[in-house]
């Protein structure tokens, strides 16, 4: 009978350099983060910019079946406001804290998938 693999072991965090060994999309990533969620799969969002279009940041996200042979596809995610590349400075459980180049900061919940900051720019009001 067939045996399901084990479960692997992998580091979680921030990763340096990325190299997936594939061409996935025409993105360069600055570095990468590793996570499991209340399920037991890996998560990993890739951080970095889109080749024809430099001005905005890019976050890329897929996830893995605890034994790593499962994957769910890629999901791509611009950031809120054009700011450059960004690269992950941190975590806090599923939630990362990017940097772009122009030193713009973003929060990402990568659990749910949406951007947390930076908030709607405010209008400011003129008294006349």
């Not at 045996?3 to 594939?22: M, N, Q, S, Y």
């Not at 893995?64 to 995610?77: A, D, K, Q």
Request: net charge negative.
């Amino acid at each position: 009978p067939y045996h399901t693999p084990e479960p692997v072991d992998l580091p979680l965090g921030i990763l340096g350099p990325v190299d997936l060994g594939a061409r996935v999309c025409e993105c360069e990533f600055e570095n990468a983060w590793r996570g499991r969620l209340a399920n037991g799969d890996y998560i990993v969002v890739f951080a970095g910019t889109q080749e024809h279009q430099p001005d905005k940041g890019l976050l890329m996200l897929t996830t893995h079946t605890p034994n790593y042979l499962g994957m769910s596809g890629w999901e791509f995610y611009n950031t809120p406001i054009i700011a450059g590349s960004v690269h992950i400075a941190s975590a806090d459980g599923l939630q990362l804290t990017l940097l772009s180049t122009n030193g713009t900061q973003f929060i990402f919940d990568a659990g749910t998938r949406t951007w947390i900051s930076p908030p709607a720019t405010p209008v400011p009001m003129f008294a006349p």
